[in-house]
């Protein structure tokens, strides 16, 4: 069966239960943050890193659009989480992204 390779965008409580439950399932993921929200994860010996999301070329960097299989956009703030979304939507047409979004008319962008 073929390894999935999975990015979380967001370090915080929803982003490491998420790490938490892909861990326990043997899968590859990376977490990604700011480097001052990514103190838990490394404690937990997760894979992190912390890079310029607004930016294509940083994207692709982490397997945006060529080595990433699933995508989670879980950052703090909608605005991110949707921008985060449109940006690898355009580098990963294909790829399956699953964000979260804290206002119900944030869904409607998300969609």
Do not use: W
């Amino acid at each position: 069966m073929k390894t999935r390779r999975v990015v979380i965008f967001g370090s915080r409580e929803l982003g490491l239960a998420v790490a938490r439950q892909l861990r326990d399932l043997h899968c590859e993921f990376t977490l990604i943050d700011r480097a001052e929200h990514l103190r838990q994860a490394e404690i937990e010996g997760f894979a992190v890193s912390s890079i310029d999301y607004t930016r294509d070329s940083e994207l692709a960097s982490v397997g945006i659009g060529y080595g990433v299989d699933l995508i989670f956009c879980l950052l703090a703030e909608d605005a991110q989480n949707v921008f985060l979304t449109i940006a690898a939507r355009s580098l990963a047409p294909h790829t399956p992204i699953v964000a979260v979004a804290h206002a119900a008319a944030t869904l409607r962008q998300l969609h």
